[in-house]
Structures are given as C-alpha cells and as structure tokens.
C-alpha cells in the first residue's frame, strides 16, 4: 500500500522549498498531484461514499463487484476507481478503451485465469472511457466476466443503457456520480491553495474570494478543470513583493477566456437538452425556452437539428390550434439557410418565443397516430370506386369515379335548395366501407382548433 496523505484534511509540514514547489507545478500537472488517494479524501458523492452506504460499505470490505460509473467528465470516476486500487487485495489492471484493443483485453484475461488458477488472487479490470469500447471489444469481456475472471469496473460519460451491450450491462451495478457543486469546488480549490506537500501551499498566494468563486462556477462541475484553471492563474498571478503574489479576477479571466460548455452532441447532453427545450414549449415557457436554446447554440449544436425538432413541435403541439406556428418555424429554417450563425440565432428565438406562447393541441399528433394503428391492424382495403380516378375508358367501364359527387356544384346546388344550410355538410363518403365513420382528428378548444372544432361538429351531425 502506497503511503497516503489527507488531501482535505491537515497541512503536511514539509522541507520542500519554493523553488521545488514552483518546479513541482511545471512538471505533474496539478490536476494529477491533488488527486484524492482514499475514499475520505474524495469531495463529494455523499449519495455513493457516505457513512453506511453501500459502495463504501462494499470497498472497506474489499467485496468489490462488476460496476460502472456513470458521471460527467471531472466527477471522480476515475479517481474513485484508484482509491478502490489502494484499498482492494485483489490484482488492479487499467485499460483506457481509447487505446486498448481485443488483444490488450486478451492478455489481461489469460493472466487473470493464470493468477486465479495458481494462488487464488482476484483481478480487477478498470476500463476508463468504456463507451468507446465497440461491440466486439465488449463481448471480448463478457464471459471472463460471467466467469468471475475478472471483476470489472468500468468509467464512462455515457448512459450505459445506450453505450454498453445489455448482457455486459446486466452483470454490472450502475453507480451514477454527480458534477460537484461550486461548495464543493471552492474546497478542493482551496484545500489545493493551502496544500504544501501536493499543491499550491509553497507558493504562498492571496487569492480574492471572487476569483475563487469566478474559477468555481467556470468549472461547472468538473474539478479537474478548477485544478487546471487554477494552476494556470497561479502562474500568471501578480507578483506583490518578495513572498507573496496575488490571483484577483482579471487573471482568472484572461486565463478562463471561453467557458467550454459541458455539451456533446453525440451523447446523453444532445438529447436531455433538447428534451428540455420541447418540454419548455409544450408548458408554454418563453423563458426556459430560450434558455435551453442558447444552451445549444453557445455549445456548437447543428442549428438545423434545432429548427427540425421546432418544426415538429409546431404541428405536434401546437398543430391546428394555431396554424402559423409551422410557417414561423419554416421561416426559421430559411433564415438559418440564408445568414447562418450567429446572425440566425435571434430567428431560432424568435420561433421558440412563438411556439411557447401560442395555442397547444396534440389532436394532429393523436390523430394521425389513430391512423397509423388502424393501418397496421385493420385491412388494407381498396380505394372506393367512387373516387378513383378514370383517365381511361377501360377504367370508366370499370366504374371508376362513377357517382362521384363535384363538391363545389354539390355546394353551389344545396345554397339554392337551402340558403340556410352551411356548405360544410359532407356530400359522400371517403372512406373504405369498413372503416365508414371513422373519427381520426378530434380537436380541442385551444386558438383556432375552437373554432374548427365547432365547425366539425356541425359538420358531422348533418351528415
């Protein structure tokens, strides 16, 4: 067992002088040095590592099973995966799925069957970025895992509903971490300030706590960004006098320049996002619209893949209520066409400003999936005689379009009957027979849907 130190808890006295300290944070990037060596030193995921619970219980009982860690980038997937190397008896092998292949795989399994066989000894397999991991890369595990071979611990950014086969998924317990919170940040921010031994504690700084705060909310998250943030500021902080120098806001701005926003439009953040955008609308939100759309656009989203999802929007949940919803959308698309980003953001708002606050109905949306269920369960029937068409004399002869009613003259002769009665009245029917009365799209009473609503009733009781 490596010998260990309190990363958050007393200062280490240590001989090091500034100047290996200074040398220190030129070489091991601080990020590495400050990472936490056992379970207590890691901030954080109290759900996961608190007192009694039940992956603490399972590491300081060294009973560690097949898991998976599923959090965003900086939560301490993998720094929990080395505290758990420290802790455990059992053989720790690291794979990185970005450059390990099936022959990599291959070999830790023959020596991990080789060591069982031999002494008994257990093999745990951490595979970092196991989303990367291609089906047959995947399958390459499985059995040794079944096998109890090998016990596997895998790291990944991604659902693993969606990115891990479901029989390598089954046999694993899903533990899901969290981005830490700015609280959590500023400690592990200033645990690093005041660290001698690992962190930035020799250099002696002064940092103004809105610099800290600025590095904390820039990190959204993620600690081995604020580590990282911080070593660069400490490097171009102020020089106040021999001993001390000082980290204020105006270099951790010009070190920060462009927050990179946690967003992958490949992965969990391209779908929740747009989730929350749609659902936004559907509660006729402007505000949380907006937002998630700046969420999007800011991160670099295909700009086009937002104004498809709007154009579905407007006919699924706006639809007849207010039918202009879909020309605003379309119109939106043009623009993003035309001008591009960013110039064509202001057009993607207004569509969403739009579509939040007009009218909803899903009746298009309910009917038309009316119509598909009864085409995929009832028969396919022919189109009634009546209103095919008949551009030849064989089909004439065949009864094609025969006592077909011309709505117009229908309409034009009722209003001479009957001045009354409204020219709404269906003349025939257009349906196949087994399917005669069928009422696929029932609006509502939201905006224009009303209206039509009252027009479809009447029209539908003089039929």
């Not at 391209?270 to 937002?291: C, E, M, N, Q, V």
């Not at 009613?405 to 034009?412: C, G």
Request: charged letters at 25%; proline letters at 5%.
């Amino acid at each position: 067992m490596p010998e260990q130190s309190s990363l958050f808890g007393s200062e280490h006295p240590s001989a090091q002088k500034k100047e290996q300290a200074a040398s220190a944070t030129q070489g091991e990037p601080l990020a590495s040095r400050m990472r936490p060596r056992t379970i207590d030193e890691i901030v954080g995921q109290e759900h996961l590592l608190g007192a009694g619970r039940l992956l603490r219980r399972n590491i300081e009982a060294d009973r560690i099973s097949s898991m998976l860690f599923w959090g965003p980038p900086g939560s301490g997937k993998t720094t929990l995966a080395e505290a758990i190397a420290r802790q455990t008896h059992a053989r720790f092998v690291t794979l990185s799925a970005v450059s390990a292949g099936v022959a990599d795989l291959r070999k830790v399994m023959d020596e991990a069957n080789k060591l069982r066989q031999f002494s008994g000894q257990r093999t745990i397999l951490f595979i970092d970025e196991i989303h990367r991991f291609n089906k047959a890369q995947q399958d390459a595990v499985l059995p040794q895992v079944e096998r109890g071979i090998v016990t596997l611990i895998g790291a990944t950014t991604e659902n693993p509903s969606f990115e891990v086969n479901a029989a390598l998924l089954s046999r694993c317990r899903v533990f899901t971490l969290k981005g830490l919170t700015e609280e959590q940040m500023l400690t592990i921010l200033q645990r690093a300030l005041n660290d001698k031994e690992r962190g930035l504690g020799q250099l002696a700084l002064m940092v103004d706590n809105d610099a800290l705060q600025e590095i904390a909310v820039f990190a959204n998250g993620d600690a081995r960004t604020a580590l990282n943030v911080l070593e660069m500021v400490a490097q171009g902080s102020i020089a106040e006098g021999e001993e001390q120098r000082r980290i204020t806001v105006p270099i951790v701005e010009e070190v920060m320049q462009h927050r990179a926003l946690l967003y992958d439009k490949s992965g969990d953040q391209h779908y929740d996002t747009i989730s929350a955008l749609h659902k936004a609308l559907r509660g006729s939100d402007p505000d949380a619209g907006l937002y998630w759309l700046g969420r999007m656009i800011e991160a670099g989203e295909d700009p086009l893949y937002i104004v498809r999802r709007l154009i579905r929007f407007a006919s699924e949940d706006v639809g007849m209520a207010d039918s202009q919803a879909l020309v605003v959308c379309v119109a939106a698309q043009q623009a993003v066409h035309f001008v591009g980003l960013p110039e064509a953001s202001l057009a993607l708002a207004q569509a969403v400003v739009y579509l939040a606050t007009a009218p909803k109905s899903n009746a298009l949306y309910e009917a038309y999936g009316r119509v598909q269920e009864d085409i995929q369960q009832t028969r396919n029937e022919p189109v009634p005689l009546w209103i095919r068409n008949a551009p030849t004399q064989l089909m004439k002869d065949l009864d094609y379009g025969k006592d077909y009613k011309y709505a117009h003259d229908y309409y034009q002769q009722m209003q001479i009957e009957d001045p009354e009665r409204p020219p709404s009245v269906k003349v025939q029917e257009y349906l196949p027979e087994s399917l005669k009365g069928r009422r696929y799209y029932q609006p509502g009473q939201q905006g224009k849907e009303a209206s039509i609503k009252k027009w479809l009733e009447k029209r539908r009781s003089d039929t």
